[in-house]
């Protein structure tokens, strides 16, 4: 069974930090493109950020590029999403998602975390 289980969400000030881990398991991901979504209260969910297990392709949504980072440790089967200067506007619950083929639509994705709550205080 796969399992995509996120942690690390919680509340910080505006200007802060928060580091996202996206916990892979139940299959070989070797090929997988390994997506970060986002959704506020009464909005879609929006691609933040994807990158690949095999090697360090990235892409970034405009809203975080400069300010966030997406990185994988493969030894431990889980992705990062490291979030700086973070902004009230950043606030919503956090998702990842796995995929075999590269893409920003959600509706491309294969298989998706429970979400973590990201809330920025101003």
């Known amino acids: 069974q796969v399992q995509l289980v996120e942690s690390g969400g919680g509340l910080v000030q505006a200007g802060g930090s928060l580091r996202l881990s996206c916990a892979a398991s139940?299959?070989?991901?070797?090929?997988?493109?390994m997506g970060w979504f986002r959704q506020a209260p009464g909005k879609e969910r929006e691609f933040v950020a994807i990158?690949?297990?095999?090697?360090?392709?990235?892409y970034y949504a405009d809203s975080v590029r400069g300010r966030f980072t997406i990185s994988r440790d493969n030894a431990k089967n889980t992705v990062y999403l490291q979030m700086n200067s973070l902004k009230p506007e950043d606030t919503a619950v956090y998702y990842c998602?796995?995929?075999?083929?590269?893409?920003?639509?959600?509706?491309?994705?294969?298989?998706w975390g429970q979400g973590t709550q990201v809330t920025v205080s101003s």
């Open positions: 990158g690949r297990w095999s090697d360090d392709y990235t």
């Open positions: 998602a796995a995929s075999a083929r590269l893409g920003v639509d959600s509706h491309e994705y294969d298989y």
């Open positions: 139940g299959r070989t991901f070797g090929r997988y493109f």
